[in-house]
């Protein structure tokens, strides 16, 4: 079993960055042949590093470190007046937990979220295959949180995995019609009150990038933590 003195690791050449137009960004992989478990995957977590299906990886670029780990300390999360607003009024949905699987279901629901929101993203054009290698694949404990309305309708899916010290939420995909209820707001509001139920300490929220607007809503959830030269520092 691998441990953080003897794992490898793996940089990418320079590819188009992801979050902000015209830059170029190289990516750090942890060596895809080594048993990484469930402590070695939090430790990394730590560091900075996230999940993409089999794959575990944080940024690497040479000049730039606009990409900023960030994590909610839970026990000292205090909602906003709007986010209390938004647990009220999705009150009436149910989460399950099940095993990460591609369904048609699920695969109706990403396909729409994926096609309406985020044609600009990496994940456009959407695929079953690609479902699987983002969502599915992979050795870390993690599950699929349903959110269904009373009607049993699927709203949303949050992609969660299990931490020592915390969760952490690797993606959120819901019905684009359902404006209303800000289920990208209350997934994560939910996963902070899981968090805390399971006596754990943090809900990690990946990176925030202070010029990427689809990122800006993360420094919403007051206290954050976020990485900064390799220390963990209070916002």
């Not at 079993?1 to 902000?20: E, G, I, K, V």
């Not at 993409?52 to 960030?70: E, F, L, Q, T």
């Not at 149910?94 to 699987?101: G, I, R």
């Not at 979220?113 to 479902?131: A, C, K, L, N, V």
Request: hydrophobic share 35%.
């Amino acid at each position: 079993m691998s441990d953080l003195q003897t794992l490898r690791f793996y940089a990418t050449p320079p590819h188009d960055c992801s979050y902000l137009p015209g830059r170029k960004a190289k990516t750090l992989f942890v060596d895809p042949q080594a048993e990484v478990n469930g402590t070695l995957y939090s430790q990394l977590s730590d560091l900075g590093f996230r999940r993409s299906g089999s794959h575990i990886y944080r940024p690497h670029c040479d000049s730039c470190n606009a990409c900023v780990s960030v994590r909610i300390p839970v026990r000292e999360f205090k909602p906003s007046k709007t986010q209390r607003r938004i647990w009220r009024r999705n009150a009436d949905l149910k989460v399950v937990s099940v095993a990460p699987q591609l369904t048609i279901e699920y695969y109706r629901l990403y396909d729409r979220y994926i096609t309406e929101r985020h044609t600009d993203g990496d994940m456009f054009p959407p695929s079953p295959s690609q479902f699987m290698s983002f969502l599915v694949e992979g050795d870390q404990p993690s599950s699929f949180y349903e959110f269904r309305d009373p009607d049993d309708r699927l709203v949303a899916i949050a992609v969660t995995d299990e931490l020592d010290q915390g969760l952490s939420a690797l993606y959120t995909f819901y019905d684009p019609d359902e404006d209303a209820r800000s289920l990208g707001t209350y997934a994560i509001l939910w996963q902070i009150e899981a968090t805390r139920n399971a006596g754990l300490e943090y809900l990690y929220l990946g990176y925030w990038v202070r010029d990427c607007r689809k990122m800006s809503y993360k420094t919403a959830y007051k206290p954050l933590d976020m990485l900064i030269a390799d220390q963990w520092m209070r916002l």
